[in-house]
């Protein structure tokens, strides 16, 4: 077991070709640079009011599982708003970028969940 602590979590560079418009935080908790890599990474994000980013198409699978607030995810043709535990799968051939944003008054935040790639890993040891 390998275990990593939140506290020791450090924030990470947005990949190459996503944008944030600021009002959006990210910790990496497992796999890259904080542990051994099992083939996918986990990160807490945090979006503050209005804060908004995109998720670069074509660049690894990944689910997003909200655990606190609301944030809307809009790409691939649909506009969909996630609550608390609620969860989408965005699949590796998805070749368009994905906005996510918080349209509320209040703070939300997610875990990531994304395979690695191989940009990643570059991404990872430019950082």
């Known amino acids: 077991m390998e275990l990593s602590r ?3 979590a450090r ?5 190459p070709g996503a944008q944030d418009n600021g009002g959006y935080s990210r910790v990496r908790l497992q796999g890259l640079d904080r542990t051994t890599d099992p083939g996918f990474w986990i990160a807490l994000a945090t979006y503050l009011p209005g804060a908004a980013a995109n998720r670069v198409a074509g660049n690894g ?10 944030l809307r995810f809009r790409g691939q043709g649909q506009d969909l708003t996630l609550e608390r535990f609620d969860s989408v799968l965005v699949n590796e051939d998805e070749d368009e970028a994905i906005e996510v944003s918080n349209e509320t008054i209040d ?13 990643a890993r570059q991404h990872q040891l430019m950082s």
């Not at 924030?11 to 990949?15: A, C, E, L, N, T």
């Not at 699978?61 to 609301?70: M, N, P, R």
């Not at 703070?107 to 191989?118: F, I």
């Open 6 to 8: 939140v506290a020791d």
């Open 11 to 15: 924030s990470y560079p947005v990949p």
């Open 61 to 70: 699978a990944a689910v997003y599982l909200v655990i606190d607030g609301e």
């Open 107 to 119: 703070p939300a935040r997610m875990l990531v969940s994304h395979t690695t790639t191989e940009s």
